[in-house]
C-alpha cells in the first residue's frame, strides 16, 4: 500500500510559536510528503470546547452565514476574513501579537479556514471563532489531524480536465457543475465519490476493481482548485466508519442519558434516547438493542395522516418498534415508512405521546427542512446537535460529497443521477466524545432560521469528521418540519 499524502490545503500554512518575547514567523510551503493516515483514539487530548449556558440563545452569533462568521464570544478588533475578495489574509505583526497576548498562546498556526491556537490556560467560555475564522484551541504540542489522501497520484502538470470553467476557491461548485467535473473524471478514472472541502477537491477511487494508477498519472488540478486522489482498500477517506451499523452501543459509556422524558416531562422533543427493544444488552444478555437519538417531528403535505419522528434507519433493522428510553421504558410508536439512501425512517407515534420540536436540550430548535443547494451556498456556517450519547456537538459545514446514486440492479439509466452528502467537522461536544449513540440526531444551523441540514449518520468513533445526506428526495415526497 502506498504511503499517505498529506496536502494541507492548498492555501500556505503560517505558523507561528512563540519561544521568547520577541514574535518569530515561519512560512511552511505546500506539504506533498508521506504522513501516516491515523485516527485519533478517544484518549488523545481533544481540542477545548466550553460554552456557557448563557451563549445557548439565539444571540450567540453576531452572523453566522457561511465564512467569516463571527461568535458572539469573538471580540478580535479585526477580521481575517475579507468579503470584497472573498478570501482569507494573513494578520500583520500586531494582530498576531494580539492574539498570542489574548490566549496566553505558545503557538498559532494559520491553515484556512481555521486556525489552531496552542495554549496552556485557554479562556472559559472559549469562542468558536477568532478574528472570524474558526478557531480550534488545544494544548502545547497538540497536533490536529489534517485531511490526508492514500497516495500521490495527482500531477499539476497533466491539463486541467475542464479548462472551461474556474471553480472559486471558498465556493461549493453548482449541481450543473458537479455533473460536468464528475463526467470528466470518471472518463479517466474509476471514480466512486468526489469530495468538495474549500479550497482542495478530494477524489475517491474504487480500489476493488483491479486497476492501478501510476505516481502523478492523474491530473492534479480540476476546474482551477487543486485536486488530490485516494485510493485504498483499508483506508477509507475522512476515516468515517460503518461500526454504527454493526456494533451495539456499549451501556458502560459514562456520557449517556437514559432518562424517561415520557415520565419526567409528559413529553419528548429531539435528542431523546430510542432503543429498538425495551431492554438494554445490560440487563439482559439475550436481548440485542441498538441505541440512538430521536430527530424531529415532521409533517406531510401528501398525507394527512399524522405527523411522524424521524430516526436513524440502521437502528431498527431487525424491528419497526421504537422505545424510549431502555429499562422500564414505553413504546412509543412503530416504522412506517423507510427512505434507506437518506437512512432515515419515519415513526408513527401513538396518540399518547406528546412530542415537541420546540425544545432541543442545547441545541438550536428545528424550524425547517434545508435543500442541498442552500446548504452548499452556506458552506463554512455552524450548525448545533444534541445527542444522549454526547450532549451539545457544535459543528461546521465543511465541503460536500457526490456519488453515483445507487441503482437496481441490471437498470441502466443514460442520465447522470448524483447522491449529495454534506461534510461537517465536528469542533468539539460540550459534555464528551462523539460516540455512535449520536445517529439519528439533527444536525441545525445555530441561527435563528433553525434551518435542518440533515441527521447525523456517520463519524468516526472520538473523530471530527462526518457526513450526513442531503434532504431533498425528504422534501420532494412533500415532507417539512411540523
Not at 510551503?29 to 487530548?45: E, L, M, R
Not at 472551461?164 to 471558498?170: I, K, N
Not at 477509507?236 to 456520557?255: H, W
Not at 437512512?343 to 434545508?370: C, G, H, M, T, W
Request: aromatic share 8%; hydrophobic share 40%.
Amino acid at each position: 500500500m502506498a504511503s499517505s499524502f498529506h496536502p494541507r490545503y492548498s492555501a500556505d500554512i503560517h505558523t507561528l510559536h512563540l519561544h521568547t518575547p520577541y514574535v518569530a514567523f515561519s512560512r511552511a510551503a505546500i506539504h506533498s510528503h508521506a504522513h501516516p493516515t491515523q485516527s485519533i483514539k478517544a484518549n488523545t487530548p481533544q481540542p477545548v470546547i466550553s460554552i456557557s449556558q448563557q451563549q445557548l440563545t439565539n444571540g450567540m452569533w453576531h452572523r453566522n452565514n457561511g465564512y467569516g462568521s463571527r461568535h458572539i464570544l469573538d471580540d478580535a478588533p479585526f477580521s481575517l476574513w475579507d468579503p470584497e475578495i472573498h478570501d482569507f489574509r494573513f494578520p500583520s505583526q500586531l494582530e498576531t501579537q494580539w492574539i498570542i497576548n489574548r490566549f496566553h498562546a505558545t503557538a498559532v498556526t494559520y491553515s484556512w479556514p481555521e486556525m489552531v491556537i496552542e495554549t496552556p490556560s485557554p479562556p472559559s467560555p472559549i469562542s468558536l471563532t477568532v478574528a472570524s475564522v474558526a478557531a480550534l484551541f488545544v494544548p502545547p504540542g497538540f497536533k490536529p489531524r489534517h485531511l490526508s489522501v492514500s497516495s500521490n497520484i495527482a500531477n499539476p502538470r497533466i491539463p486541467d480536465p475542464i479548462p472551461q470553467f474556474r471553480l472559486d476557491r471558498w465556493v461549493l461548485p453548482s449541481q450543473a457543475q458537479q455533473k460536468v467535473i464528475y463526467t470528466a473524471l470518471a472518463a479517466i478514472a474509476s471514480v466512486t465519490a468526489i469530495n468538495y472541502i474549500p479550497p482542495t477537491i478530494y477524489v475517491e477511487l474504487d480500489a476493488t476493481d483491479g486497476r492501478t494508477y501510476a505516481q502523478h498519472s492523474l491530473p492534479g488540478r480540476v476546474g482551477g482548485l487543486s485536486t488530490m486522489y485516494h485510493h485504498s482498500r483499508t483506508v477509507t477517506f475522512l476515516n468515517l466508519n460503518n461500526q454504527a451499523r454493526k456494533r451495539l452501543l456499549d451501556p458502560g459509556r459514562s456520557v449517556q442519558d437514559k432518562t424517561n422524558y415520557y415520565v419526567e416531562w409528559k413529553c419528548l422533543c429531539p435528542g431523546v434516547r430510542l432503543e429498538s427493544a425495551p431492554v438494554s444488552t445490560r440487563e439482559s444478555s439475550g436481548s440485542l438493542t441498538m441505541a440512538t437519538t430521536a430527530g424531529i417531528l415532521v409533517k406531510s403535505t401528501f398525507n394527512t395522516d399524522a405527523p411522524r419522528l424521524t430516526v436513524a434507519n440502521h437502528g431498527f433493522l431487525s424491528t419497526n418498534n421504537v422505545f424510549h428510553p431502555t429499562v422500564e421504558g414505553v413504546k412509543i410508536g412503530e416504522i412506517t415508512e423507510r427512505f434507506e439512501a437518506l437512512d432515515i425512517a419515519l415513526v408513527q407515534l401513538y396518540p399518547s405521546i406528546s412530542f415537541s420540536n420546540l425544545q432541543y436540550f442545547e441545541a438550536k430548535a428545528p424550524r425547517r427542512l434545508l435543500r442541498s443547494n442552500a446548504v452548499s451556498a452556506r458552506v463554512g456556517s455552524w450548525c448545533s446537535l444534541d445527542s444522549m450519547s454526547s450532549g451539545l456537538v457544535f459543528a461546521r459545514i465543511t465541503g460536500v460529497k457526490i456519488k453515483p446514486a445507487v441503482r437496481p440492479s441490471g437498470v441502466a439509466i443514460p442520465a447522470i443521477e448524483l447522491h449529495t452528502e454534506h461534510i461537517m467537522q465536528l469542533m468539539g461536544p460540550t459534555g464528551g466524545a462523539v460516540t455512535e449513540g449520536i445517529c439519528g440526531a439533527a444536525i441545525v444551523v445555530d441561527e435563528e432560521d433553525g434551518g435542518v441540514v440533515g441527521f447525523f449518520q456517520l463519524g468516526e468513533e472520538g473523530g471530527d469528521w462526518a457526513t450526513c445526506p442531503a434532504l431533498d428526495d425528504l422534501i420532494d415526497r412533500g415532507w417539512s418540519v411540523v
